[in-house]
């Protein structure tokens, strides 16, 4: 069964950092592009970061300079850490997962459960 565990969200305060951790079951997420999404009350998910299998990266303009995305192919793990947070932040990050180069809320094949990032101002 294919599936994507996250972990590490939780709540911080604005300026502080997170780590989020995402492990893919399955071979075949090795090659494939892993990435996170996220989604604030009331809003539509949109897209945080993606890297491929060959580690090129994606940022949204709003996180750029401030999360980096990385990955272990060997331990089929994505991460995104996520520094000088603000209250806008807060929403719940999902882990993605799609055979394409680019991941789009549409595209995405394989989904994770989703875990709570709060930041307090």
């Known amino acids: 069964q294919v599936q994507l565990i996250e972990s590490g969200g939780g709540s911080v305060q604005a300026g502080g950092s997170l780590r989020l951790s995402c492990v893919a079951s399955?071979?075949?997420?090795?090659?494939?592009?892993m990435g996170w999404f996220r989604q604030a009350p009331g809003k539509e998910r949109e897209f945080v970061a993606s890297?491929?299998?060959?580690?090129?990266?994606y940022y949204a303009d709003s996180v750029k300079g401030r999360f980096t995305i990385s990955r272990d192919n060997a331990k089929i793990t994505v991460y995104l850490q996520m520094n000088s947070l603000k209250p806008e932040d807060t929403a719940v990050y999902y882990c993605?997962?799609?055979?394409?180069?680019?991941?789009?809320?549409?595209?995405?094949?394989?989904w994770g459960q989703g875990t709570q990032v709060t930041v307090s101002s």
């Open positions: 993605a997962a799609d055979d394409a180069p680019v991941l789009t809320v549409r595209g995405v094949d394989y």
């Open positions: 399955g071979r075949a997420f090795r090659t494939y592009t």
């Open positions: 890297i491929s299998w060959s580690t090129s990266k």
